[in-house]
């Protein structure tokens, strides 16, 4: 007994032992840097080569930054947003604008989670925007916008409107968003405009119409696709493998170019010569969607056959068993991957600058060889990059945040 | 249909074969079962009694042989199979909960959408049923968040909620902690007891004695001998379910 280990048979003659509280993990500033940087000599050898690559590179950085030339962008503030959109026709545009702010105000009333992450971003870049002298309307376009997703928060958490109406409102604003920005039409509240050619469009404007256009339509394909491929059919199972392995093989600019020579041999003889911009997002969508699918796939190889089982044994039907119970546990498990592929779409949306449509990438070339600026020294690409690249970011990195959200929201109650 | 009187049978199997490529899982197995019964089917591991209960609801097909459940004959036509599905309840080994639904969704979700059965209505009878199986206050709750043994209670709960005729339990408690499996046969008593009919796959040999009308052995895919409790456990005719259960009882 003296060593305190029981001999064979014990019985513990105390109560049960309180619970105690873990050891403190946190041992201050000092402590956490000895026991994390500092550890051993070689440990603190790389501490300190790490420490000065970064003052290296933020040195660097710093004075360039000290030095920088952030007039050509300024001065393009609109070319950037819009692109070569007519001035006098912004108001078409700042609908649309108004009318997105105003639908995620509301979702995030209404359905919280993601959607009020997503809307708290929203409404930082708003009420920055709003905050900075843009000129013209704009400084109102971003408060009116803000404002509608304050009052749509307000109205949504309050149950004022139905989700399902809110799905339609949602379905709605993409062909909405298509007639608001082409005009020509007898619009409500605008009146009468002339119609503005697609080739017009641009600048963030058109990137993140391609991006939303090639998300929302190649999600649905892909899911289709996946399916397809693990289907018992034989003519829809070799299809859609025949889709995925060809679209895989074959890069995004390849199919771009494509779009642009090749799709109207696809088309039926009246649909005439579609504009530059459906024949991008055409093709930016069949190569998503390829993609897409073979991540889903992924997801429904994890499901367990007993849930199929499960769901054949209540009697639901194949569609049943898919909607409730083998679609919604597959494209969670995948949610990363299917997010790190939008990631990757939004971001290929500047190879359509290479095929004369006007995105952020194109607008940037367009700014740095304005004559204005040849005069100044090392020219202004630099500046120029870093601004785009930045927004970019921006949004991916928003992506990426609200995929994680959605991931730990979505653990079924886990631990 | 007609037909619905006592002493009727609502399940006939007859000449059931089955094959796993050149594997024979199941030899002529014919069997029937009367309504109201309790027929546990027991045997060694892999001797077709858990292929031959799935064969019942078509989770798994047989090849040839005729199966009639409640005067439905389970043939290709979806139709078939699904009304079969409709009448039958199954318990799974693994539970096969939906992880990503609540207790309350997992039973509700078929009565809704295959009995077309409004929400209100369909909670308050999962609350019910929840309350029989004695976990109500589990409703809220996510399978993850449950024990093994109420994981096995809501699988009953959610099978029950489709009003069944008959229930299939594949090895309901194989999968369970041993202070677990209690609580599941409680539950199968009291369901067998209200008149429900039952074909249970098991090794647990009390509730085979206690609980069952008749119990059918199984032995390398084929019925050896079918009996009542008393005479298949003090009087077993064939050596192989001679030696099957010395080898249990020891």
Partial sequence: MATGIPPTHWVNPNPPAPSQKPPATTVGGIGWLRAHLFSTAANSVLTLATLWVLYWIGERLARWLAGAFWEPIWANRKLFATGIYPSEQLGQPAVVLLLVCALFGLSAGRWGSIMRTVGIGLAALLLLLALIPLGGMAQAVMAAGLALLLGGYWLGARGWVASRWLVAGWVLSGPLTFVLLLGGVELPLLGASPAVDSSLWGGLMLTMLLAVVGIALSFPVGVLLALGRRSKLPVIRYFSIGYIELIRGVPLITLLFMGMTMLPLFLPGGWGNPSQLVRAMTAITFFSAAYLAENVRGGLQAIPKGQYEAADALGLSGLDSLRFIILPQALVKVIPAIVGQFIGLFKDTSLVSLVGLLELVAVAKAVIQQPEWLGVAGGVAKEVYVFVGLIFFLFSYGMSFASRRLESKLGFGKR | ?250
């Fill in chain 2, 1 to 250: 249909m007609a037909g619905h009187a006592e002493n009727t049978d609502i399940i006939v199997a007859t000449q059931v074969n089955k094959w796993y490529g050149d594997f024979h899982a199941l030899k002529n197995v014919s069997l029937a079962v009367k309504r109201r019964e309790v027929v546990v089917i027991i045997g060694p591991s892999g001797s077709g009694k858990s292929t031959f209960i799935r064969t019942i609801n078509r989770l798994e097909e047989h090849q040839s042989g005729e199966i009639v459940v409640d005067g439905i004959p389970l043939t290709h036509d979806v139709r078939n199979i699904e009304a079969i599905r409709m009448e039958t309840g199954m318990v799974f080994q693994q539970f096969n909960l939906f992880p990503h639904l609540t207790v309350l969704q997992n039973i509700t979700l078929a009565p809704m959408h295959v009995r077309k059965i409004k929400k209100a209505e369909a909670e308050a009878r999962a609350m019910q049923l929840l309350e029989r199986v004695g976990i109500p206050e589990q409703a809220p709750k996510f399978p993850g968040q449950l024990s093994g043994g109420q994981q096995q209670r809501v699988a009953i709960a959610r099978a029950l909620a489709m009003q069944p005729k008959i229930m299939l339990f594949d090895e309901p408690t194989s999968a369970l902690d041993p202070e677990m499996i209690r609580e599941v046969l409680e539950v199968m008593e009291e369901l067998a007891e209200s008149g429900m009919t039952m074909v249970v796959v098991t090794h647990e040999m009390g509730f085979a004695r206690g609980v069952a009308d008749r119990i059918v052995f199984m032995d390398s895919g084929e019925i050896v001998e079918i009996g009542t409790p008393e005479h298949f456990f003090t009087d077993p005719q064939h050596d192989r379910t001679k030696l099957f259960l010395q080898q249990i009882l020891k």
